[in-house]
Structure formats: C-alpha cells, structure tokens
C-alpha cells in the first residue's frame, strides 16, 4: 500500500486551469464575453419579490421553472436538464457517457472546459485543429477523426474564442457519422447567431445541446443553464447529476428571464451593431480580425498583443488574451510572440471608449467573410 494519498493520474497530469476573475467588478469588462448591462429588470424584481426566510430554508423546487423553460424553448419538460451553468451540462453528459480511456473529439482552441471534464474522466482526448488563415470549422477533418471508439464529440456552436460557426448541414454530417457518440452542440452564443440545433433534437437521439443563462441574459453570477435531449437520455443524465446542483435563485430568475423576450431582442439588436462598428474600427486601423457569429471578436495584433491587453487593463479596460491558444499556423504573417486579443462588444456606446483609440499596424482586415460554414 502507498504511504501517502496520491491523486489518480488523470488528475495529476492536467493542467491547472485559472481564469483571471479577480478585481474586474467595476472595470469595463471585454474579456469574459458577459453581458455588461445587465440582465431584465425583471429578474431584480422577481429575485426581490421571492426571496424571504422561507425560500432559503428549503431545497430547491424546480416544477415551475421546468414548465417555463421547457415552454421558452419549445421542448417537453422530460427533454430538459437544467444544469449549474454549461459547465455542469459538460460535466454530466462526459459522466454519463465516457469511461476511463474512451476517445472524446474537441476543437482547438475552444472552450476549456471541453478538455478539463474529459480529462478528470481520464478520457482520450482527440483535437481537430480549426482551419487557417479564417479558424473556419474543419469539419472534413473532424469527420475524418470518428472512430469505433469515439463516445463523445464536444463543439461550441458559435465557437470560443474564434467566434466561428457550423451550420445544420454540417452538424447532421457529424451525426450521420457518429451514431454511437454523445454529441454536444454548445449554444451558449446562440442568440447572436440565430441557428440553433434544436430543431434536429427528435431526429437523432444521440444529439444534446445546451444553453447558458451567462452571456445575453446577463446572469452569470447565478450560473445556471440548461441540457436538452431526447427524454430516454435525460433520465440517464439525472442519475449522474446532484439532485439539488441548481440554487433557487437561480432557477427563479431564468423563469423571469425568459419571460422579457423584448430586454433579450433589444440587448442582441445593439451588441450586433456594435459588432459592425469593431470591426469596421479594426478595419481603419488595419487590424486583422475573424469575423465571427458571437458577442466578441478575435483579433490579430500581431507582437503587440501583450502590450494592448496591459495598456488597456490600466484604463479599467479588460480584454482576454489567447495567443497561447492559437497554433502556430500562420506562416505568412505570424512570427514568435505574436498572436490574437479577443474583445467581447455590447453597447456601442460603451464601445467608443478607447479600445481603438490608438493605431496599431496589421496586415490585412477580415481574414474570412463567410462567418458560417458547413
């Protein structure tokens, strides 16, 4: 027997992750992709109206935001999941369906939590590079890569950070070619892309997509989100999850959040122009940049990446570095050292401040127009 506790090795060997989430309160923050308005009125009136001693007395009672969400987004309350923000809903679906060795399918770069919950399951991890100059989705290579073994294949839809996108051509192409793994299909951008998978949902029972309550609905304090799938799987799912993952609160505010669809179409409407309006900046400026279907850009600022993100951050401007993230593929024109800033954009009136306010040299304005691809 050992003489000392070790953790189990699929632990020991990943890598630690910490995202930067200290002091950024009262910044204006570009770097996380949340939603610096703030979410519906709504939902503080609806938080303030319910919350008394004896809501906090008991465990949380989810009929009613079940009913609600199930009917927001037009499934049967026995397809939904409700989930501890979309981490929990990656969390679940690799614990209900990948085993120690199983190969699991992720995009690089893309969201970490992909590679963090297949890891802690000791999973085999496979990544599919997305494809330069434009990061667009590669899908004949993902293709190309299922396999016998494959149980799980994990795709943001729009991506993080690139902001690229697969069509439902191109997802019913990976279905079609998986029928024997779990495939995830993240909308946590859904609402500034408009194509959702949803409506495929019936059609293939090995499909499961999820969507967060973080980013438009501004409530990424509460962390709750939501797992859709066939009825079969989700009462699988709920046998890998904690009864009571979801705190009250938060399901009491999604309920209310949904309910203000004009706050969420009044929110997308201004975070879309003010897209255009980055983009048409970095394009002044003669910045690179990947077009993309989410509330955020990536750009290329070539050397200076490091320097803008810190010049910014002493202007209470926060901004997310991914250089580490992005291979080194761009033989024309990126040399060591240089790589991509991603800026999340909201209100263009806050987008005026002096994130452009200087000239930075690049080659080239949008790598790629298509922001889609199959």
Not at 214 to 224: D, E, H, P
Request: net charge positive.
């Amino acid at each position: 027997m050992p003489d000392n506790l070790t953790p189990r090795k699929a632990v020991r060997d990943m890598a630690p992750y910490s995202p930067p989430t200290g002091n950024r309160r009262d910044k204006l923050r570009l770097d996380f992709n949340e939603n610096t308005v703030g979410c519906s009125p709504r939902v503080i009136e609806r938080l303030k109206s319910a919350l008394d001693t004896g809501l906090l007395t008991v465990y949380p009672d989810y009929a009613k935001a079940k009913s609600a969400l199930s009917s927001h987004f037009r499934v049967k309350p026995e397809e939904l999941l409700l989930t501890n923000g979309t981490d929990e809903a990656i969390q679940v679906l690799i614990n209900t369906y990948v085993d120690d060795g199983d190969e699991v399918i992720a995009l690089r770069p893309s969201y970490a939590m992909y590679r963090f919950y297949a890891e802690v399951a000791g999973a085999k991890i496979i990544e599919i590079d997305y494809q330069p100059p434009a990061l667009k989705f590669p899908l004949p290579e993902l293709l190309a890569a299922i396999t016998p073994k494959t149980r799980a294949i994990l795709i943001g839809n729009p991506n993080n950070p690139t902001g690229t996108a697969i069509n439902l051509t191109g997802i019913e192409k990976i279905l079609k070619a998986a029928p024997h793994a779990a495939v995830l299909i993240d909308e946590a951008y859904y609402e500034f892309y408009g194509v959702t998978a949803l409506s495929l949902l019936w059609k293939y029972p090995q499909l499961f997509v999820s969507r967060t309550f973080s980013k438009v609905y501004g409530m990424a304090a509460l962390r709750m989100g939501c797992l859709f799938s066939q009825a079969a799987n989700v009462k699988f799912l709920h046998k890998a999850q904690s009864p009571y993952s979801v705190n009250a609160l938060a399901a009491i505010a999604a309920e209310a959040a949904v309910a203000d669809t004009q706050y969420v179409e009044n929110y997308v409407t201004e975070a879309l122009a003010a897209r255009e309006m980055l983009e048409l900046g970095l394009e002044k400026l003669g910045i690179a940049y990947v077009p993309g279907s989410a509330n955020f850009i990536l750009g290329y600022f070539r050397d200076r990446a490091i320097e803008i993100r810190d010049a910014l951050r002493e202007k209470a401007i926060l901004v997310r570095d991914r250089s580490y993230e992005i291979p080194a593929f761009f033989p024309n024109w990126r040399k060591s050292g240089e790589g991509f800033t991603r800026i999340r954009y909201g209100r263009r009136s806050r987008g005026r401040q002096r994130i452009l306010s200087r000239r930075h040299s690049g080659h080239g304005t949008a790598l790629h127009r298509n922001r889609t691809d199959q």
